[in-house]
C-alpha cells in the first residue's frame, strides 16, 4: 500500500489488490472511502481492498541495506510463497543504502502490499528492526533477512504450529556462512549461553515468528546490541518467561553481495561490544525473575 498527501493535506492510499487478470489497484482517502480517482468497477471490488486492508493476518520485517542487486527477487519469492494462503503484506527498513535499492523498493511498492520506511543515514542493524517492529499493525510478524539466504517454503511450518509456543523461531542446521563468521558465532555462543543460559541452539538465526504485541514490547527494551540485535531479542524473550520454540531451516549462500556487517575487520571489535552487553543484558534481566512478563499473549 502507497501513501501520498493531497495539497489540501489529506492522505490518499493507493493499495494493490490480487484479482482476476494480476494485480490492480483502488484508491481511497483516509477514511478508507472511495477516492477522487476512480478505477473501473470491472477490476476489482471495494470489498477486496478493504479485506487487504483491514484482514492482513501476517506483516513480514525486512531490514535492508545495499541489496540492490538481489532485493526485488528475495521480495518477490516471499510475496509468490506466502500471499496466495495468507493474507499479508511487507514492512521494509532500508538503511541508507548507497545503491538503488531505494528506488527499486519505490517501484515494487506500487505492485506488492508494503510499508517502506526508507532512511538517507545508516542506522545499523537494530535500530533498523526496532523501528519496524514498531509499525506492526498486523496480528502475526515474521522477521526474515533480505540477503536472500531464507527459504520462505520454510514459513509453513512455523505459521502451521504458531499457537504452540509465544515465539517461533529458526535453527540452521547448515549454516552457509564464512568459516570466521560460523567461528566467532560459536565462541560467543559459549558465553552467551553460559551467562544467560538461554536453551536454543541457534538464538542469532533471523527467522522468526511472533504476535504484534510481543513486537511492540521488545522494540522499547532492545539497546545494548547494535550489530546483534537476535542475540539480544531471544535473550530478553526467554529472560520475560515467554515460551520459545526452535524449528529446523535451510539457510542459503547469499544471493548476491556480501555481508555488510560482519566483515572480517570488524569481528573482533563487534565480538568485545558484545561480550560486554551480555553482562549488561543479565544485569537489567536477571531481577525481573522468570515468572513476570507483560500480558502480550
Known amino acids: ?24 489497484y483502488l484508491y481511497f482517502d483516509s477514511n478508507i472511502t472511495p ?16 479485506f487487504v486492508m483491514s484482514k492482513v493476518e501476517l506483516e513480514v520485517l525486512l531490514p535492508v541495506h545495499n ?3 538481489s532485493i526485488e527477487a528475495t521480495i518477490r519469492e516471499i510475496w509468490n510463497e ?20 531505494k528506488e527499486i523498493l519505490r517501484e515494487l511498492a506500487l505492485e506488492i502490499p508494503m510499508r517502506l520506511n ?25 522477521c526474515v533477512d533480505s540477503d536472500g539466504q531464507c527459504d520462505p517454503k520454510d514459513f509453513w511450518q512455523f505459521w502451521e504450529r504458531r499457537d504452540a509456543a509465544d515465539m517461533l523461531i529458526g535453527w540452521r542446521v547448515n549454516r552457509q556462512d564464512t568459516l570466521a563468521r560460523k567461528s566467532m558465532s ?18 542469532s538465526c533471523p527467522y522468526v515468528v511472533f504476535k504484534k504485541d510481543i513486537a511492540h514490547w521488545v522494540a522499547g527494551e532492545m539497546r545494548e546490541m547494535k550489530q546483534g540485535f537476535w542475540w539480544e531479542f531471544v535473550a530478553r524473550i526467554y529472560r520475560r518467561g515467554y515460551t520459545m520454540l526452535e524449528l529446523p531451516v535451510k539457510h542459503r549462500l547469499r544471493a548476491a ?11 573482533p571489535g563487534i565480538f568485545v561490544k558484545h561480550v560486554a552487553a551480555i553482562f549488561r543484558i543479565d544485569k537489567q534481566t536477571h531481577a525481573l525473575g522468570r515468572l513476570e512478563r507483560p500480558s502480550a499473549i
Not at 186 to 203: A, E, T
Open 1 to 24: 500500500m502507497q501513501a501520498t498527501d493531497s495539497p489540501a493535506g489529506e492522505r490518499t492510499y493507493k493499495v494493490p489488490v490480487r484479482g482476476p487478470g494480476g494485480v490492480h
Open 35 to 50: 477516492a477522487v480517482a476512480p478505477v473501473p468497477p470491472e477490476r476489482c471490488s471495494i470489498a477486496e481492498a478493504l
Open 67 to 69: 541489496e540492490a542487486d
Open 82 to 101: 506466502i500471499s496466495p494462503r495468507v493474507s499479508m503484506r511487507f514492512i521494509v527498513c532500508e538503511d541508507g543504502s548507497r545503491d538503488k535499492t
Open 118 to 142: 526508507l532512511s538517507h543515514d545508516r542506522k545499523g542493524y537494530s535500530k533498523a528492526m526496532r523501528e519496524g517492529m514498531e509499525m506492526v499493525e498486523a496480528p502475526w510478524l515474521l
Open 186 to 203: 560459536r565462541f560467543f555462543y559459549i558465553i552467551y549461553r553460559s551467562v544467560l543460559r538461554v536453551p536454543m541452539h541457534d538464538p
Open 257 to 267: 553481495g556480501v555481508t555488510q556487517v560482519y566483515q572480517v575487520k570488524k569481528m
